[in-house]
């Protein structure tokens, strides 16, 4: 039998601290299968993307998405992801790949904001620390905000899952969805005018935007700032420019990616000095090597990414089923 989770099916079963759980497992322990992403236009503003197959050691599925992406939807993104059973292939699963989406690339990068931002490391205690079990006393920041949608949210509320926000600084070309993305939080804060305004007030910046030119510039960087930008997910898309990143230490989720669909190739860069957040996370690579660098996390997303949110909603849900072999 196979579990239908639709999104609010998902919201009530989700527990954020199992997935930032189940996330650091991935990125500590890669698959040895190599992930596949597959994209291409559509006739017209949409693109097909497939991610595939989804795995993480000790966990016995995988995953199988398959998206629709068109700017002017809402969602803006459309899909399934598949659950299978990784011994027989039995498909345990189909959940709304919209809301898998928003909150396992919202959920990764808080963990590599909070894993880059000031401080460097934190203080989980212990050698195997329980992401997301409490907040972390003494430890709060303000966070800025470009692109008040679904996505900056999400990963909002990763961030405030790990560590106490202070303040909010929030920009979107609609100021109107700003206000009322700022209302949501419950957080105190401030709507500005720019993407440099919030750099200017915020220790950490998230860019969750569909732009196709750079907001920010290395002219508007200021020491410790921290940037996580999400947007620059598909050929062709750009948040931070390349001056930029040239000046910051930059931490990709896969180099290959992130140079041929990412923020570095889209801004004509290569990943020559880039590490991944697997070699921060694993103590190959240092993140923040100091108090006053500037640090950028850029992912572009991977298929276990999917399974780090699938397998605990499947473990933790009992909802409508269906037998596609009937």
Not at 179 to 189: E, V
Not at 223 to 237: F, I, N, Q, S
Request: glycine content about 10%.
């Amino acid at each position: 039998m196979t579990v239908l989770l639709t999104r609010s099916d998902i919201l009530q079963s989700l527990q954020v601290p199992d997935v930032l759980e189940c996330l650091r497992t991935g990125f500590l322990q890669a698959a040895e299968v190599e992930p596949l992403r597959i994209r291409t236009d559509l006739p017209g503003p949409g693109t097909a993307t497939a991610l595939l197959p989804g795995l993480i050691p000790g966990i016995p599925a995988y995953t199988v998405k398959v998206n629709a992406k068109f700017p002017g939807a809402t969602p803006a993104l459309r899909g399934v992801v598949c659950l299978h059973d990784l011994t027989d292939g039995t498909l345990l699963a189909l959940l709304d790949s919209a809301t898998v989406t928003a909150w396992r690339t919202g959920l990764a990068a808080a963990l590599a904001t909070i894993t880059l931002a000031r401080p460097a490391e934190p203080t989980w205690g212990g050698s195997h620390p329980q992401i997301g079990h409490k907040v972390l006393p003494g430890s709060g920041q303000a966070v800025g905000v470009v692109g008040a949608g679904a996505q900056a949210a999400m990963t909002l509320a990763g961030i405030a899952a790990l560590r106490h926000v202070d303040h909010l600084v929030v920009h979107d070309l609609d100021p109107g969805r700003a206000a009322d993305f700022l209302a949501q939080q419950g957080i105190p804060g401030v709507v500005v005018n720019s993407p440099r305004e919030v750099a200017a007030a915020a220790d950490v910046v998230v860019l969750a935007t569909w732009s196709r030119t750079p907001l920010l510039t290395a002219a508007d960087l200021r020491p410790g700032l921290h940037l996580t930008t999400l947007g620059a997910d598909e050929p062709g898309k750009v948040e931070l420019s390349r001056d930029l990143l040239e000046a910051a230490r930059v931490v990709v989720d896969d180099r290959a990616l992130a140079v041929q669909m990412g923020a570095l190739g889209n801004v004509g860069l290569t990943a020559d000095g880039v590490h991944t957040l697997t070699e921060v996370l694993t103590g190959a690579a240092a993140g923040r090597r100091s108090a006053e660098e500037v640090t950028v996390y850029a992912p572009v997303g991977l298929p276990w990414q999917d399974l780090a949110m699938a397998w605990p909603l499947h473990q933790a849900t009992h909802g409508r089923t269906i037998d596609f072999l009937s």
